[in-house]
């Protein structure tokens, strides 16, 4: 069975400088590994995706992240945060093809200081 | 494009009622739905997954007859939350699914809070 674990359970960083989220993955198959952002009382927003296709994925406001088969991870990076990127991340994995069954990781919330 | 509605926002009930939460996919067409529950600082966990036209499939745990979902249309699935009791105040999502050829991606909709009194 698939699993993701976020390694953290809060980030902090200050405005401008670089973030990481760290995630490590399991899964029996070729996985499909997303990141989500869930702000407060809003729906979860698609950050990025891999599919088996590039493994350094660029997602929507800077971010990105790298898949590295060999260390099972899947960690999110941005250059700069911003305030506005304070929110909650989640790692999901989903096994290819089929129902397309997601399994959420426990989640991340970063916290950015002026 | 790919907007999922969910309503209501928010409901408030009490124990012993019933309460129905729609799910619509605005500007596409979703064979599959799934719903999501969401305790208080916790991650989303799958309870079923619903598709046009047949029963949902629910996950080990998830009582279907407590939680009863219809998926009419390929725009509309139902969650109704029976007899609904204190524990089962959360927070529940539901997305819509587009996709084919093995390539899914699933939007989500704002989430349904629900407390029950």
């Known amino acids: 069975a698939q699993s993701v674990t976020q390694l953290d359970s809060h980030v902090s960083v200050s405005e401008g400088t670089p973030v990481l989220l760290r995630c490590n993955y399991s899964?029996?198959?070729?996985?499909?590994l997303f990141w989500y952002v869930q702000h407060p009382n809003k729906g979860l927003q698609l950050l990025l995706k891999y599919t088996s296709a590039a493994t350094l994925v660029k997602g929507i406001n800077g971010f990105e992240a790298e898949f590295k088969k060999s260390e099972t991870s899947f960690h999110l990076t941005k250059p700069s945060a911003h305030m506005s990127d304070a929110a909650e991340y989640f790692c999901?994995?989903?096994?290819?093809?089929?129902?397309?069954?997601?399994?959420f990781g426990t989640g991340t919330r970063l916290l950015v200081s002026p | 494009g790919a907007v999922v509605s969910q309503h209501p926002s928010w409901v408030i009930c009490k124990s012993g009622t019933s309460v129905k939460i729609e799910c619509r996919s605005l500007?596409?067409?979703?064979?599959?739905m799934f719903w999501y529950r969401q305790f208080p600082k916790q991650s989303l966990m799958l309870m079923a997954t619903?598709?046009?036209?047949?029963?949902?499939?629910?996950e080990q745990g998830v009582e279907k007859d407590k939680f009863l979902i219809n998926h009419a249309s390929l725009t509309l699935s139902t969650l109704t939350v029976t007899s609904a009791h204190p524990e089962d105040s959360s927070f529940y999502i539901c997305s819509a699914s587009i996709g084919s050829g093995g390539s899914y991606e699933q939007y989500f909709g704002p989430g349904t809070r629900l407390t029950v009194t």
């Open positions: 619903s598709n046009e036209g047949s029963k949902a499939t629910y």
């Open positions: 899964s029996s198959y070729s996985p499909s």
């Open positions: 500007d596409f067409q979703a064979t599959t």
């Open positions: 999901v994995v989903s096994e290819n093809g089929g129902f397309q069954k997601l399994v």
